[in-house]
C-alpha cells in the first residue's frame, strides 16, 4: 500500500490523478473557517451582494479548486473569499476539495435523473441560444468537465449573481473574468438571466449545505 507522501508524488507528476493526493480527512480538519457560511442551510450573505451562499457539499472536487484558485489569483473577486483563498496552500485547497466533493450523508444523498424536468418554453428557448447544457449537461448535474460546477439546485439567487458577475468582470467587489462565461451571459438581459437561476434552481441536483457535523 503506498502511503500519502508517495501518493501525492506520483500524483504531482502525473502518474496518478491528482484527486487521489487528497485527503479529506485533512480537509475535515481545515474546513472550519468554511463552515460559518457554507455549513449553515440558507445562509445568507449580505456583502457584496445579498444572496445565499452556494451548496458546495456534493460539489466536484476539481471545480472547488478551480474556484479556489480563481480567487486566489484575483480571478474571482469576493473579499472574503479572495482572502481565504490567498491564506490557502495548493494542498490546503484539494483537502478541502475532497472533504466537501465527498461530505454528504448516505440520508442526503440522491440520484439524479438524466432527463430533468423540461423549463418553460420561454427558459428552453434562453438556455438554447446560451448552449448551457453543452458544458453543465443535460440535467445541469454532470458537467462535462471535472472543473466545471453541478449546477442542478444551487440556490437560485446564487446563480443569479454569479452569472451577474460574469457580466461585470471588472467589478471590484463581485466581477468574475472568465472569457466564455463573459461572452455567454453578454447576451441576455438581466431578466432572462435571474429566469435561468431560477429554473436551474429547482432542478433536482446533488449538491447539498451540509451543516458541521456536530449540529446534525
Known sequence: MMTKAITLLLALAGFLPLAQAQDAQAGQAKASMCMGCHGIPRYQ?????????????????QYIVA??????????????????????SDKDMADLAAYFSTDV???????VAETPPAAPAEVAAL??????????????DKP????????????????????????????ALFGRNNAI???QVKQFKESELK??????????????TVPESRFR
Open 181 to 183: 462565461m463573459g461572452a
Open 195 to 208: 429566469a435561468i437561476a431560477t429554473y436551474i434552481g429547482s432542478l433536482p441536483g446533488d449538491i447539498h
Open 105 to 111: 450523508p448516505a440520508s442526503m444523498r440522491k440520484v
Open 45 to 61: 450573505a449580505s456583502f457584496p451582494q445579498v444572496y445565499k451562499v452556494p451548496k458546495i457539499s456534493g460539489q466536484g472536487a
Open 144 to 171: 462535462i468537465a471535472p472543473t466545471y460546477p453541478k449546477l442542478a439546485g444551487q440556490h437560485a439567487d446564487y446563480l443569479f449573481a454569479a452569472l451577474r458577475a460574469y457580466a461585470s468582470p471588472d467589478h
Open 127 to 140: 438556455i438554447a441560444r446560451g448552449a448551457c447544457t453543452s458544458c453543465h449537461g443535460v440535467n445541469f
Open 67 to 88: 474556484a479556489l484558485t480563481e480567487y486566489r489569483k484575483g480571478e474571482r473577486h469576493h473579499p472574503t473569499m479572495q482572502a481565504i483563498a490567498g491564506s490557502l
